[in-house]
């Protein structure tokens, strides 16, 4: 592999073996709870589509300062804090205006949808 991610191949066994020895939990989910709270991110591969349940027992994890041999990385791997005073008006300005045009788009894509629709059954 590319030492930039981590495998869990068997999920019960890990959760039954792995995780007492280092959390108060044998709990496959928070686990990945707290993988997510430090900014984890779990690899879906495009064959699986994320629909499809993989057939093998293999779950892949990876972060951006989590790579092999580069250890100085790790100190830059921190728990995700999001206070309210954190959060500047700039960024709520952003992401207003990223979700304004998120739901334009979503609105665009409805009426095509309908557009393509009405064809359809125009065709039949």
């Known amino acids: ?35 997510n709270m430090y900014g984890f991110r779990k690899v879906v591969h495009i064959e699986q589509g994320g629909l499809v349940k993989p ?21 830059n791997i921190k728990r ?9 008006n700039e960024d709520i300005k952003v ?5 304004t045009k998120l739901l334009t788009d979503i609105q665009m894509m409805k009426g095509k949808q309908e557009s393509m629709d009405s064809k359809l059954i125009a065709m039949k």
Do not use: C, W
């Not at 992401?95 to 979700?99: E, P, S």
């Open 1 to 35: 592999q590319s030492g930039s991610s981590f495998h869990v191949f068997d999920q019960g066994q890990f959760a039954k073996e792995v995780l007492p020895k280092y959390f108060k939990h044998n709990n496959m989910a928070s686990f990945v709870r707290q993988l």
């Open 95 to 99: 992401r207003q205006d990223n979700v």
């Open 80 to 88: 995700k804090v999001t206070s309210v005073s954190s959060i500047k």
């Open 55 to 75: 057939e093998k027992d293999d779950t892949e994890f990876q972060h951006p300062y989590f790579i092999r041999g580069q250890e100085h990385l790790l100190e």
